[in-house]
């Protein structure tokens, strides 16, 4: 067998090898911390991904999720609920809730508006995600930037932008949330 054939056939091995490693590689993540679910009621839930309206009182917050496995892959598919109190911190039951699916990245979106503090707790927005290879998730996001966030929960913050459209002003965040295999 001549050089070149020879070396032809271990890069074409060498490949091979990488793509079959590259496929099963996992870079393990650990998943998002859950967090009691609160005093809540789940049940009734919009399937809107456009909660807050121009008229509506309070800050628009547009929030930007991805669900991915402990790999790192995305879970596609996954229902996601969300749910949190209006710019006074106040419960509206038919209002600022909804369930969101995700697409085949992993990604998911919502313009609902900036939540009021509630609860005694920084001001934070209750998740649900659900899908059927994976455990459920439960927990809360924080913001980084809210000046009584407890650091002991900083893994569960977003970073919280300031947008001004039109002289408006309003807020942009996002958060991958990582969950568990069944």
């Known amino acids: ?38 005093p809540h009621d789940y049940s009734d839930a919009a399937t809107s991904s456009r909660l807050w309206q121009e008229d509506d009182p309070g800050e628009p917050l547009f929030l930007r999720i991805r669900v991915l496995n402990t790999c790192g ?14 710019q006074d911190g106040d419960h509206e039951f038919k209002r600022w809730r909804t369930r969101i699916e995700t697409d085949a990245r992993g990604g998911a979106s919502l313009l609902t508006v900036f939540p009021g503090y509630t609860g005694g707790i920084p001001r934070h927005i209750h998740f649900v995600i659900r899908h059927p290879g994976h455990k459920e998730l439960i927990t809360r996001l924080f913001f980084k930037n ?16 300031q947008v001004d459209r039109n002289g408006r002003r309003g807020w ?10 069944k």
């Open 146 to 161: 809210d000046p009584d966030i407890d650091h002991s929960i900083e893994d569960l913050a977003m970073v919280l932008e």
């Open 73 to 86: 892959d995305a879970v596609a598919g996954a229902s996601v609920q969300v749910l949190h109190a209006n």
């Open 172 to 181: 942009v965040a996002g958060f991958e949330f990582v969950i568990d295999p």
């Open 1 to 38: 067998m001549s050089k070149t054939l020879w070396r032809i056939r271990l890069c074409i091995l060498v490949l091979t090898s990488l793509a079959v490693v590259g496929a099963q590689a996992c870079i393990p993540r650990e998943a998002t911390q859950p967090t009691d679910p609160g």
